[in-house]
């Protein structure tokens, strides 16, 4: 499986991006997914996480309110909508997929099996 993120640039304070993560070589509706950023001198955040029937989904504090993860498992794909983006949402954006498709482990890095290269998003002040 391989997932290929796309979406990011420069936006202002204030501003919305719409990321995108797109499964090849299979198909993404037995995973469960998640978004992960990797801010300036900072280590891997889980930031939102989505299990295969949308019944859980969960959102760090930092975005909670602001961002909201989907799936549309027929074009297996997952999106994160980022409204009222802040400076400190600036890093490289990663989308993650966990064979174990019922649970959503936003703070488990180490359960994701296949990751995206990632994606910039950079917040101006």
């Known amino acids: 499986l391989q997932l290929v993120e796309s979406g990011g640039g420069l936006v202002q304070t204030g501003g919305s991006l719409r990321l995108s993560c797109v499964a090849s070589?299979?198909?993404?509706?037995?995973?469960?997914l998640a978004w992960f950023r990797q801010g300036p001198g900072n280590e891997r955040e889980g930031i939102s996480c989505?299990?295969?029937?949308?019944?859980?989904?969960e959102y760090s504090d930092s975005v909670e309110g602001r961002f909201t993860i989907s799936r549309d498992n027929a074009k297996s794909t997952v999106y994160l909508q980022m409204n009222d983006l802040k400076p400190e949402d600036t890093g490289v954006y990663y989308c993650?997929?966990?064979?174990?498709?019922?649970?959503?482990?936003?703070?488990?890095?180490?359960?994701?099996?296949?990751w995206g290269q990632g994606t910039q998003v950079t917040v101006s002040s």
């Open positions: 993650a997929a966990d064979q174990v498709g019922e649970r959503c482990a936003r703070r488990r890095i180490g359960v994701y099996d296949f």
């Open positions: 070589g299979g198909t993404l509706d037995r995973y469960a």
């Open positions: 989505i299990n295969i029937g949308a019944t859980k989904i």
